[in-house]
């Protein structure tokens, strides 16, 4: 008699076209870590693991561009309010037997001077990001149960404000208590109406180009003070 035996193969051999999302179940935190390692670093795909979920996204070069874009935002309104900020990209924030998130694009500003210099983010120690950036574009492969995934993640790991910008538009979830809830303005900005320009500076740099739409939102932030 014959007993088939499973094939296991690495993670890290799997072909993920880009735009598409894998979804593992039932992984534990162990596995969840040694999977990240094999991984490694130098990869384009992104990562949210929570309640025993792993998402595994491969992103869409509009996916790219778009998230390059608010970050370049981002640092112009934080340069015109001569604020000080630290940018730590798509780094893995993982809080212990919980959670893993790999942001699209995340800042510490109010706390920018806990993490200066710092390689590595110890969440037992240090705080989250003070805001992340979440891209759901359309076209790409991304179900409201991956959504739910990175969502829960952020949650777990106590990120205060999240800019989920999904076809266009752009939603503003800030955290109170264990729950997400949708604000028309951004407490980080409170005085701009950050829902309106940031999907009209995104559409400009698509007519444009990035760099010459980011030249005329800097001209137009002078003009505001």
């Known amino acids: 008699m014959t007993i088939a035996t499973p094939v296991v193969k690495p993670v890290s051999q799997m072909e993920l076209a880009p735009g598409s999302i894998a979804t593992l179940k039932e992984v534990t935190w162990q596995e969840f870590a040694e999977i990240l390692a094999e991984l490694g670093e ?20 509009e996916h790219e561009r778009t998230k390059i874009v608010i970050a370049d935002l981002v640092k112009a309104i934080l340069r015109s309010q001569r ?12 809080r212990e037997e919980v959670a893993g998130i790999e942001p699209d694009e995340c800042f510490y500003i109010q706390n920018q001077q806990a993490v200066i210099g710092k390689d ?27 959504s739910k995934t990175r969502t829960q993640a952020y949650l777990a790991i106590k990120v ?19 729950r997400y809830i949708e604000s028309e303005t951004s407490p980080t900005f409170p005085n701009l109406a950050i829902r309106e320009i940031i999907p009209k500076a995104i559409e400009r740099a698509k007519q444009i180009g990035t760099s010459q739409a980011l030249l005329e939102f800097e001209d137009w932030l002078s003009q505001q003070k």
């Open 42 to 61: 130098r990869r384009n795909s992104r990562i949210a693991y929570s309640e025993g979920k792993l998402e595994i996204m491969v992103p869409l070069p």
């Open 120 to 146: 590595r983010i110890d969440l037992n120690i240090d705080p989250p990001p003070d805001l992340a950036i979440m891209l759901r574009i359309a076209g790409a492969i991304e179900s409201d149960v991956t």
């Open 160 to 178: 205060p404000e999240i800019w989920i910008y999904d076809s266009g538009k752009l939603k503003i979830s800030l955290l109170q208590g264990d």
């Open 83 to 94: 604020r000080n900020w630290e940018p730590l990209g798509s780094s893995t924030f993982k």
